[in-house]
């Protein structure tokens, strides 16, 4: 956290609603999930996720390494020449550094960083870590689904999106009513509004 910028701990913003008594307790628990039912689903869906987890890892990992001082676009140049536009390219720092960085990821490469972020997302099964460290996203959708199916709903007719939406304003709903909000957007709330309060009228 810095004056202009505030990292949550947290993979994604969705990660604060994995939060199993919320999911319970908000008014879109049409099945009368328990605690433990939520628990079980979402540590099941997390389970089958720890490859893909492992692929997004390394995937962010290569882009880290190629893409870093990647080229920018040259200033005009006075020779309007092949010559002067190649020289623009290969005489960039990231392209005298691309052969080696391309040495360095060959599929033994790929598979040796595969297997220590599967690893890593072992661990966070076993510490329960995952609720912060895993995608939230694609979590939130499958447990709204398995606590209320609104899409076969006749009374609730809204888009998925719709329906997610308003599932993060339940959860939310409950945190705040339970004194359960996480502490991390406490804060971030408290320093959004220090920032406004320090902005000219």
Known sequence: RTFRRFILPRHEIEN????????????????NRS????DQFLNKTAQGRCWWMACCDVVSQIRELFFDKF??????????????ARESITQTEWFKALQDKTSKMSEAN????????????????????????????EIV???GGFIFNHSKNPTYKRSPAVFESDLAKGV???QVKH???PQELVE??????????????
């Open 16 to 31: 604060y609603l994995l939060d199993s008594p919320a999911l319970q307790g908000c008014k879109f628990n049409k099945h």
């Open 35 to 38: 605690v433990e039912d939520i």
């Open 71 to 84: 080229i920018k676009h040259p200033k005009t140049h006075p020779d309007d020449t092949e010559a002067a």
């Open 110 to 137: 790929v598979h040796d960083l595969l297997s220590k972020a599967h690893k890593q997302a072992i661990t966070a099964l076993e510490t329960d870590d995952w609720r912060s460290m895993f995608a939230g996203k």
């Open 141 to 143: 959708r499958a447990v």
């Open 172 to 174: 939310a709903a409950w």
């Open 179 to 181: 004194e359960a909000i």
């Open 188 to 201: 971030l709330l408290g320093t959004l509004k220090a920032r406004i309060s320090l902005k000219p009228a």
